[in-house]
C-alpha cells in the first residue's frame, strides 16, 4: 500500500545528469525518523553513516517526479540529486487513529558520498500534489559525526551477476526469520523468489540488467510476529503482520538494522524475505519491499510487492467494506503513480496506449476484458479512480503479470537505474 497525489509528468529516459562533486566508490547514508499524525509530519534527523558502496547510477542522479516524499540534495542552489520515496507515515497519517496518536517511522536513504558541503532537503506531498518542505539541513564530507563503522560480516550470495553496479539494477535480499540451522533454506527460497521473477514479463526480458544478491542474517528465532495470535519471534528485523490492524499487512520499522546489514553489497533496492507460510507482504517505492516464503502464492506476491517498492505502482484493487484506506486519494487532482488516474489529466498517463474506438471511461464487461482502457475501480476505492486494465498483477494473483502500463513502467525504472557509468563512457 502507498499514496498521494499530483500529476504525473512522463520522464525520459535519459533524464538525470552528470556530475563532479561526488564520490561513486562510496555513499553517505542519512538516517532520519518522521514523527507523524494526522496533523502533520516532521523530520527527526538521526545519524551520518559512512557506506563502502553506491550502487546506484553515476549519470541519472534526478530521479522521475514520483513518491509522495522526496530527499534533495542542493549546490547552493543548483539541484545535483533528487529521489522520491514513500513512507509508512504517509499511511499512518491517513487513518482515523492518526489523530489522537503521533507515531515515529525510521528511515535510511544513500546518496552517492559528497565532496564538499551540500544541503540535503526533505519535502512531502500536500493534498494538492504540490511539494512542501519538511526539513533541510547541510551535509558536508568533513563532519567529524559521519560514522565510519566497520561493515557487518554477514555471508553473502550471488544470485545473479551482469556487470557493474552503477550499470546495472541492483536487489539486495535480506534473510528474516531465518534461524542458523536454515540458512540454506534461505538461499534456496530466496533462488525461487529470482527464479520466478524472471518468469514475468517484462521482467523475463531484463534479466541481464539485474545484480541479485542474497545476505544470509541470521534470527533467533523462526518466523515472524502475528500480534493478532499472540504470535512473537525474536528476529533479526522485527516484522509484524497486522500494521494499522490489516491482518496481512506484513512490515517493520527496523530501517536501521535492515541498512546496516545491506551495506555489505550496492543496492537500488531492499527486499526482506521472511520466513513464514503465511501470506502477505508489504512495499514502499524506494524505502523497502516484503514477502513471505513459503505460501503458495508467496511468489506472486514478491513481484506485486517489488512493483511498489521498485517503480511505485499504487494497488488496483479496491473495496468498500474497510474504511482503513478509502480517502487516500483527492481525486480533484491527477495522481503522480502511473497506473491510476482519475482522468483529472488523463494525457499524462497512458491514453496513448488505448485505442480510439475503445470507451473513456470503459466499462467492466466482457467485450473489454483483454484491452488498455481506463477501468473504474483502483487505489483501494470503487469510484472516482480508474485502472489501466480489468485486471493485472497490481490487483489480485489470478494475472500471469503485469498490464502494460505497468510493463511500461518498468521498463523506464529499469533504463533509468541501468545507466552506463562515466568512467565507462569516458574510456
Same mark, same amino acid.
Given at each position: 500500500?502507498?499514496?498521494?497525489?499530483?500529476?504525473?509528468?512522463?520522464?525520459?529516459?535519459?533524464?538525470?545528469?552528470?556530475?563532479?562533486?561526488?564520490?561513486?566508490?562510496?555513499?553517505?547514508?542519512?538516517? /532520519? @525518523? =518522521? !514523527? &507523524?499524525?494526522?496533523?502533520?509530519?516532521?523530520?527527526?534527523?538521526?545519524?551520518? +553513516? *559512512?557506506?563502502?558502496?553506491?550502487?546506484?547510477?553515476?549519470?541519472?542522479?534526478?530521479?522521475?517526479?514520483?513518491?509522495?516524499?522526496?530527499?534533495?540534495?542542493?549546490?547552493?542552489?543548483?539541484?545535483?540529486?533528487?529521489?522520491?520515496?514513500?513512507?509508512?507515515?504517509?499511511?499512518?497519517?491517513?487513518?482515523?487513529?492518526?489523530?489522537?496518536?503521533?507515531?515515529?517511522?525510521?528511515?535510511?536513504?544513500?546518496?552517492?558520498?559528497?565532496?564538499?558541503?551540500?544541503?540535503?532537503?526533505?519535502?512531502?506531498?500536500?493534498?494538492?500534489?504540490? /511539494? @512542501? =518542505? !519538511? &526539513?533541510?539541513?547541510?551535509?558536508?564530507?568533513?563532519?567529524?559525526?559521519?560514522? +565510519? *563503522?566497520?561493515?557487518?560480516?554477514?555471508?553473502?550470495?550471488?544470485?545473479?551477476?551482469?556487470?557493474?553496479?552503477?550499470?546495472?539494477?541492483?536487489?539486495?535480499?535480506?534473510?528474516?526469520?531465518?534461524?542458523?540451522?536454515?540458512?540454506?533454506?534461505?538461499?534456496?527460497?530466496?533462488?525461487?523468489?529470482?527464479?520466478?521473477?524472471?518468469?514475468?514479463?517484462?521482467?523475463?526480458?531484463?534479466?541481464?540488467?539485474?545484480?541479485?544478491?542474497?545476505?544470509?542474517?541470521?534470527?533467533?528465532?523462526?518466523?515472524?510476529?502475528?500480534?493478532?495470535?499472540?504470535?512473537?519471534?525474536?528476529?533479526?528485523?522485527?516484522?509484524?503482520?497486522?500494521?494499522?490492524?490489516?491482518?496481512?499487512?506484513?512490515?517493520?520499522?527496523?530501517?536501521?538494522?535492515?541498512?546496516?546489514?545491506?551495506?555489505?553489497?550496492?543496492?537500488?533496492?531492499?527486499?526482506?524475505?521472511?520466513?513464514?507460510?503465511?501470506?502477505?507482504?508489504?512495499?514502499?517505492?524506494?524505502?523497502?519491499?516484503?514477502?513471505?516464503?513459503?505460501?503458495?502464492?508467496?511468489?506472486?506476491?514478491?513481484?506485486?510487492?517489488?512493483?511498489?517498492?521498485?517503480?511505485?505502482?499504487?494497488?488496483?484493487?479496491?473495496?468498500?467494506?474497510?474504511?482503513?484506506?478509502?480517502?487516500?486519494?483527492?481525486?480533484?487532482?491527477?495522481?503522480?503513480?502511473?497506473?491510476?488516474?482519475?482522468?483529472?489529466?488523463?494525457?499524462?498517463?497512458?491514453?496513448?496506449?488505448?485505442?480510439?474506438?475503445?470507451?473513456?471511461?470503459?466499462?467492466?464487461?466482457?467485450?473489454?476484458?483483454?484491452?488498455?482502457?481506463?477501468?473504474?475501480?483502483?487505489?483501494?476505492?470503487?469510484?472516482?479512480?480508474?485502472?489501466?486494465?480489468?485486471?493485472?498483477?497490481?490487483?489480485?494473483?489470478?494475472?500471469?503479470?503485469?498490464?502494460?502500463?505497468?510493463?511500461?513502467?518498468?521498463?523506464?525504472?529499469?533504463?533509468?537505474?541501468?545507466?552506463?557509468?562515466?568512467?565507462?563512457?569516458?574510456?
Amino acid at each position: 500500500m502507498r499514496y498521494l497525489f499530483l500529476v504525473f509528468l512522463i520522464f525520459p529516459l535519459g533524464w538525470g545528469q552528470t556530475t563532479p562533486i561526488f564520490n561513486f566508490s562510496k555513499s553517505l547514508r542519512i538516517d /532520519f @525518523q =518522521l !514523527l &507523524s499524525d494526522a496533523q502533520g509530519m516532521e523530520v527527526i534527523f538521526q545519524q551520518l +553513516k *559512512e557506506e563502502p558502496h553506491w550502487g546506484g547510477s553515476e549519470t541519472n542522479l534526478i530521479f522521475p517526479p514520483l513518491g509522495n516524499l522526496r530527499l534533495q540534495l542542493f549546490d547552493g542552489a543548483e539541484l545535483v540529486f533528487s529521489k522520491g520515496f514513500n513512507s509508512l507515515a504517509d499511511e499512518w497519517s491517513a487513518i482515523e487513529a492518526a489523530k489522537a496518536e503521533k507515531r515515529l517511522f525510521y528511515h535510511a536513504i544513500q546518496i552517492p558520498f559528497p565532496k564538499k558541503a551540500l544541503k540535503v532537503q526533505i519535502d512531502r506531498r500536500n493534498r494538492e500534489g504540490e /511539494f @512542501q =518542505l !519538511l &526539513s533541510s539541513r547541510e551535509v558536508s564530507p568533513d563532519d567529524y559525526f559521519i560514522k +565510519k *563503522e566497520i561493515a557487518p560480516s554477514y555471508p553473502v550470495k550471488t544470485l545473479l551477476h551482469n556487470g557493474s553496479a552503477a550499470e546495472k539494477v541492483d536487489l539486495a535480499i535480506l534473510a528474516e526469520g531465518y534461524t542458523k540451522d536454515e540458512m540454506e533454506k534461505f538461499y534456496k527460497d530466496a533462488q525461487r523468489m529470482t527464479d520466478y521473477m524472471f518468469t514475468i514479463p517484462p521482467f523475463d526480458a531484463l534479466k541481464k540488467d539485474f545484480n541479485i544478491y542474497a545476505i544470509g542474517v541470521v534470527s533467533e528465532e523462526s518466523g515472524t510476529d502475528v500480534p493478532g495470535k499472540h504470535i512473537f519471534k525474536k528476529t533479526a528485523f522485527n516484522t509484524s503482520f497486522y500494521t494499522f490492524d490489516q491482518e496481512r499487512y506484513l512490515t517493520t520499522n527496523s530501517m536501521c538494522e535492515i541498512a546496516d546489514a545491506a551495506c555489505v553489497v550496492p543496492y537500488d533496492q531492499l527486499y526482506v524475505l521472511v520466513n513464514t507460510p503465511i501470506y502477505g507482504g508489504g512495499g514502499f517505492y524506494n524505502h523497502l519491499n516484503l514477502g513471505t516464503a513459503d505460501h503458495e502464492l508467496s511468489e506472486k506476491v514478491y513481484i506485486h510487492e517489488f512493483g511498489h517498492g521498485f517503480v511505485g505502482l499504487t494497488d488496483e484493487y479496491y473495496y468498500d467494506w474497510d474504511p482503513t484506506f478509502q480517502s487516500v486519494y483527492n481525486t480533484a487532482i491527477e495522481p503522480w503513480e502511473e497506473n491510476i488516474t482519475t482522468l483529472v489529466n488523463f494525457d499524462c498517463k497512458w491514453k496513448d496506449m488505448v485505442q480510439k474506438k475503445t470507451p473513456i471511461p470503459t466499462p467492466r464487461t466482457a467485450k473489454y476484458e483483454k484491452v488498455v482502457g481506463a477501468f473504474e475501480g483502483g487505489g483501494y476505492v470503487s469510484k472516482g479512480v480508474y485502472s489501466p486494465m480489468q485486471d493485472c498483477r497490481m490487483k489480485s494473483n489470478e494475472p500471469k503479470g503485469f498490464c502494460p502500463v505497468c510493463e511500461r513502467a518498468i521498463r523506464r525504472t529499469v533504463n533509468f537505474l541501468k545507466s552506463e557509468s562515466t568512467s565507462k563512457k569516458g574510456k
